[in-house]
């Protein structure tokens, strides 16, 4: 069965430091991989997603994410950071062949501060 | 706008008093999907609609029930609410069916059950 690790349930950082928020999954197939936003008393946001193709994908807001295959993770990342990014982060997983079934992970909240 | 919309977006209910929260998207989309979001388990899938008429159980069913009848609604249906239903509720929908497409989120209904 397919599963999703978020390895930090919180992540502090200073305003215009870098970040990375880990997402690992488990899966026997092969996988589309997505990272959404969920600002304060909001609904989700898709911020980047991977199908295929070149690992690095980037997104929205400057974030990009990086597929590694070997270590089964996905991992979120962004240079520079700033007081509007604090928000919470989702990694989500589904099978290539599911068509309709999204796994997310527990969730991380970014806390920028200034 | 293309939005999803849900309403109520906060409601305080008492055990066992049935409630309906409904879901409403504009985008003309054939797949639509109620998760439940609770803390540090992240967004968990209730039930999904592929299009109208056809629905089916996610992993989290138990005590809730849905209906498409019309493409661009899809409430949630509480007929004996408990306390365990305690939970921030989302509806999403995407173009079709296929994870590879973008899902939209309404912006959450808070429930709370006494």
């Known amino acids: 069965a397919q599963s999703v690790t978020q390895l930090d349930s919180q992540v502090p950082v200073f305003e215009e430091a870098p970040v990375e928020l880990r997402c690992n999954y488990s899966?026997?197939?092969?996988?589309?991989l997505f990272w959404y936003v969920q600002y304060p008393n909001q609904g989700l946001q898709l911020l980047l997603k991977y199908l295929s193709g070149s690992t690095l994908v980037k997104g929205i807001n400057g974030f990009e994410a990086e597929f590694n295959k070997s270590q089964t993770s996905f991992h979120l990342r962004k240079p520079s950071v700033h007081i509007s990014d604090t928000a919470e982060y989702f990694c989500a997983v589904s099978d290539v062949d599911s068509s309709y079934k999204l796994i997310f992970g527990s969730g991380t909240r970014l806390l920028v501060r200034p | 706008e293309a939005q999803v919309t849900q309403n109520p977006r906060y409601l305080i209910t008492v055990t066992g008093k049935k409630l309906t929260v409904t879901c409403s998207q504009n985008m003309n989309h054939e797949y639509m999907s109620w998760y439940r979001q609770d803390p540090g388990l992240g967004l968990r899938q209730i039930y999904y609609s592929m299009n109208v008429e056809v629905t089916d159980k996610g992993d989290v069913p138990e005590g809730y029930k849905v209906s498409r009848k019309e493409k661009r609604n899809f409430p949630l249906i509480l007929e004996s609410p408990s306390p365990n239903q305690t939970s921030l509720y989302f509806c999403?929908?995407?173009?079709?069916?296929?994870?590879?497409?973008?899902?939209?989120f309404g912006p959450g209904t808070r429930l709370t059950v006494l």
């Open positions: 899966s026997s197939v092969s996988v589309y």
């Open positions: 999403a929908s995407s173009l079709s069916r296929g994870t590879h497409n973008e899902q939209f």
